[in-house]
């Protein structure tokens, strides 16, 4: 288990990911294709569209929780996706770093929140 400063903190920083996330999703969309249309739909429904299915299956109250695998999958999957759009959108740099940091909290998120389950069991 980690310490509990770091746990709060790591919890924050998962969020603040999340919310750059769907932020980077927004700034892709509205930089990809030709037309505004394309534009409108890509930058708003791409990050709706991850919006939704996060609070279906990741959000800490989700309809329909993921067993710890599957959650890991599909959060590395989201950030994966918002870090190549970054990356798209020519943050390059800032993809990369943010990709990075996205996986050290997912690791040390789960790494914690299973060490929090054995302490329950």
């Not at 409108?40 to 709706?48: N, R, T």
């Not at 989700?62 to 599909?74: D, G, K, Q, T």
Request: charged share 10%; aromatic share 10%; no cysteine.
């Amino acid at each position: 288990m980690i310490p509990k400063p770091l746990h709060h903190a790591n919890e924050l920083l998962a969020f603040l990911l999340e919310l750059v996330a769907l932020g980077g999703l927004v700034w892709w969309g509205f930089r990809t294709g030709h037309n505004p249309a394309v534009h409108l739909v890509l930058g708003i429904g791409a990050p709706l569209a991850v919006a939704v299915l996060w609070g279906l299956f990741a959000a800490p109250r989700a309809r329909h929780p993921l067993p710890v695998p599957a959650l890991v999958v599909f959060k590395l999957m989201v950030f994966g996706l918002a870090a190549a759009a970054l990356y798209a959108a020519g943050a390059h740099t800032f993809g990369l770093v943010f990709a990075v940091v996205a996986v050290v909290n997912t690791v040390l998120a789960t790494a914690d929140r299973e060490s929090l389950a054995r302490l329950t069991h």
